[in-house]
């Protein structure tokens, strides 16, 4: 199943080829840079315990509401509408104090949707039914019943859940495009003390990166795949663009 936002970075592109690559012998699947999660949508469950995690805390309160008041945010999205004027409300409503994590997460909902290439800042003046947005819900929602949602940064999740039984998925913020991820700092220090933390673990990790010298250097003596994809912002009628991926892993 396809995942109900876009995202910075999505996998919807390389998820089959991610998904492909697992390792068979583990119980507990923990999705540590979750984003729009298309790795975790991708499949109806992946271990006996699904752990799902972002430090971003207004989208974890989206995962949230959409996990336990689905049918609630579907009512709060009713009559809003897909326009600049109220894009640029949302943008300034969604994190002021007073607002039910619902009223949050509608807006904040509706800044992922509306805005251009999953930014969140620019309007994307696409053509697309608020209703049919919400489609949708109710099997996201089944799908997410038995996932525990949690928002934590990486470190402290990874420490927590490290056994010889976990296998770690982890689509960091990719090296150099850090910029790109509203409200995130992701550092080249967070790049270093990620290696460090996953040279050291118990379990299996596998990891999607972009293709630069600075992080095959840093992962040199793990297992290395080039991949390719098309962007997935290419205008029409223009020529393709392709990017170059990494897939990472310790097993």
């Given amino acids: 199943m396809d995942s109900f936002i876009k995202w910075i970075g999505g996998k919807k592109l390389l998820r089959n080829k991610i998904c492909e690559k697992f390792p068979q012998d583990y119980q507990k699947y923990v999705e540590v840079f979750g984003g729009a999660g298309w790795v975790l949508f991708n499949e109806e469950r992946k271990g006996k315990t699904e752990i799902f995690n972002d430090y971003n805390s207004e989208l974890i309160n989206l995962y949230r509401c959409m996990k336990y008041h689905a049918e609630e945010l579907k009512k709060e999205l009713q009559y809003m509408l897909n326009s600049r004027e109220l894009f640029q409300d949302f943008l300034a409503q969604y994190q002021m104090r007073g607002l039910t994590d619902i009223q949050r997460a509608a807006r904040y909902f509706m800044i992922i949707k509306t805005s251009y290439g999953a930014k969140l800042t620019v309007f994307g003046c696409a053509k697309?039914?608020?209703?049919?947005?919400?489609?949708m819900f109710e099997?996201?929602?089944?799908?997410?019943?038995?996932?525990?949602?949690?928002?934590?940064?990486?470190?402290?999740?990874?420490?927590?859940?490290?056994?010889q039984d976990t296998f770690f998925y982890l689509d960091p913020p990719y090296f150099g495009t850090e910029g790109y991820y509203k409200n995130i700092e992701f550092k080249k220090e967070d790049h270093v003390r990620l290696f460090e933390i996953l040279k050291r673990i118990n379990g299996k990790f596998l990891l999607s990166y972009n293709d630069c010298e600075f992080i095959r250097n840093l992962y040199q003596d793990f297992d290395i795949e080039s991949v390719e994809r098309y962007s997935n912002l290419t205008a029409a009628n223009s020529e393709k663009k392709i990017f170059k991926e990494l897939i990472i892993k310790n097993y």
């Fill in 139 to 163: 099997k996201i929602q089944r799908r997410l019943n038995a996932v525990v949602i949690e928002n934590q940064d990486f470190e402290t999740l990874i420490k927590s859940k490290d056994k």
């Fill in 128 to 135: 697309k039914n608020v209703e049919n947005m919400t489609l």
